[in-house]
């Protein structure tokens, strides 16, 4: 399957962005209520903070280079989010703009080099692997996803459904899990049949680029 864009450019960057702080301040509410069955009950309520502060600083934001863009994205969350949130889904940004430093597009192999840098951030930053019942469950089937979508030679849009769509099963999957990691893990045998509000929110990143890469 192959679909017509071959690149990913600053304009979908931003407009990425939008979409997934969209989707944070629609589903507030399930996150809250997510973690507050397993952790501390503001995930959603730190996300939406912290993206209403992504947004503010990319206003401001000049010229196309997607690295020093994802790099502000990850300074703005590590600033502004609480709790395990910020330092990860911050490490995620800047591990990824660190990967995409002075490009203006991305093809994707790009975006999929550029997912992996970010996914071994977060798994060097917060020590999770899959199956602990994190966001890495979601993290890591939508790279291998991504890798694989690449090897068939899809585009970046239709590269980045099939991630998400990987996403969406890793976050199913964290529900029967035993939470190995983070503040779920306190709770032991109690955490299972919940599923991870991190690998929820993860789903959501995901999405929301595969339906900016289409649209652009």
Same mark, same amino acid.
């Given at each position: 399957m ?17 979409? *997934?702080?969209?989707? +944070? ?9 997510? @973690? ?25 934001t ?7 863009? #994802?790099?502000? +994205? ?8 609480? $709790?395990?949130? $910020?330092?990860? /889904?911050?490490?995620?940004? #800047? ?18 080099? =550029?997912?992996?840098? $970010? +996914?071994?951030? +977060? ?13 890495? @469950?979601? #993290?890591?089937? =939508?790279?291998?996803a ?6 068939e030679? @899809?585009?970046?849009? =239709? ?26 893990? /306190? ?5 299972? $049949? ?11 990143? #995901? ?5 900016? *890469?289409?649209?652009?």
């Amino acid at each position: 399957m192959t679909d017509g864009s071959t690149t990913i450019d600053h304009a979908a960057i931003l407009d990425w962005m939008r979409r *997934f702080a969209a989707e +944070v301040e629609e589903h507030r509410e399930e996150l809250v209520r997510l @973690d507050t069955a397993i952790g501390d009950g503001d995930h959603g309520t730190n996300l939406n903070r912290g993206m209403k502060k992504v947004l503010e600083k990319l206003d401001g934001t000049e010229g196309d280079d997607i690295g020093a863009t #994802l790099k502000a +994205v990850g300074m703005a969350l590590v600033s502004s989010v609480g $709790g395990a949130a $910020g330092p990860l /889904y911050g490490t995620l940004f #800047l591990q990824m703009g660190t990967a995409t430093a002075g490009r203006s597009t991305l093809d994707t192999a790009g975006w999929a080099d =550029a997912l992996e840098a $970010g +996914v071994k951030g +977060v798994q060097a930053r917060g020590k999770a692997e899959a199956g602990d019942k994190t966001m890495i @469950d979601a #993290l890591l089937p =939508a790279l291998e996803a991504l890798r694989t979508a690449q090897a068939e030679g @899809d585009g970046p849009a =239709a590269a980045a459904s099939r991630s998400a769509d990987a996403a969406q099963e890793g976050m199913t999957a964290t529900i029967p899990l035993e939470a190995r990691r983070g503040r779920a893990s /306190y709770l032991g045998p109690r955490s299972v $049949g919940h599923q991870d509000p991190g690998a929820t929110s993860t789903h959501l990143l #995901l999405r929301s680029a595969a339906e900016a *890469f289409a649209s652009n």
